[in-house]
């Protein structure tokens, strides 16, 4: 699974991301506890964790 980061999304699932087509990270709707991982055409999915923590996952995936 080289460059596929799994993340768990705000209702509880686990997705896997692939770090490669991840454009760039932003905070989700005034907290660190959720970050919105942005996707090529704008489509974003929001997961779990902050946007450093998130960032760190997608660089070593």
Known sequence: MN????????????ILVNADR???VRRFRG???ASAVNFEKGNY?????????VMKALAEG
């Open 3 to 14: 460059g596929y980061v799994q993340f768990e999304t705000a209702e509880g699932e686990l």
């Open 31 to 33: 907290g660190d506890a």
């Open 22 to 24: 991840v454009n760039f």
């Open 45 to 53: 999915v929001v997961v779990k964790g902050g946007i450093q923590e």
